[in-house]
């Protein structure tokens, strides 16, 4: 049986992000390395100011949805409020060993191992650098 890749014409096409999680970094420029070199995202945009820390950037995850994320310093108004560290989200993946794998070689502090669950996810849990909660998991939700 032969496979064939999906091309530009025949892949699904993933549709743009409607729900975007916030996080607040007091090193931003650390968090974005983290997520795009360890958990896998795509940067679509990063705004960094003349110093090099980031104002704004928006990641992919390249299997649907976005997060945003900035420095603490560039946050306002109720935003301004929130503390670096204090976030918890779900990344839905088929490459949860992979992930698995890239976040110990990091030494990123898994929160919860590797294990599967009783409604059907292969999932864990681990704390980015500055101690943000991500779940990574197969369980895409209830239909």
């Known amino acids: 049986m032969t ?4 091309t530009a014409a025949t892949a699904p096409a993933v549709p743009s992000p409607t729900v975007w999680p916030a996080l607040r970094y007091d090193d ?4 974005l ?3 795009v070199d360890v958990l896998g995202f795509r940067e679509a945009l990063v705004v960094p100011d003349d110093s090099g820390d980031i104002t704004h950037a ?3 995850w390249p299997e649907g949805g976005g997060v945003m994320l900035g420095s603490t310093k560039y ?4 935003h301004g409020e929130m503390r670096p560290g204090t976030t918890s989200v779900y990344l839905v993946t088929d490459q949860v060993d992979a992930i698995y794998q890239r976040v110990q070689a990091a030494g990123a502090g898994i929160a919860r191992e590797l294990e599967d669950t009783d409604y059907g996810s292969h999932t864990f849990t681990l704390r980015d650098p500055e101690g943000n909660l991500w779940t990574v998991g197969t369980y895409r939700g209830a239909p």
Do not use: H, M, Y
């Not at 931003?28 to 968090?31: F, L, Q």
């Not at 946050?75 to 109720?78: L, R, V």
């Open 3 to 6: 496979t064939t890749e999906p």
């Open 28 to 31: 931003a420029p650390g968090g």
């Open 33 to 35: 390395r983290f997520l």
């Open 58 to 60: 928006e990641l992919r």
């Open 75 to 78: 946050c306002e108004g109720p």
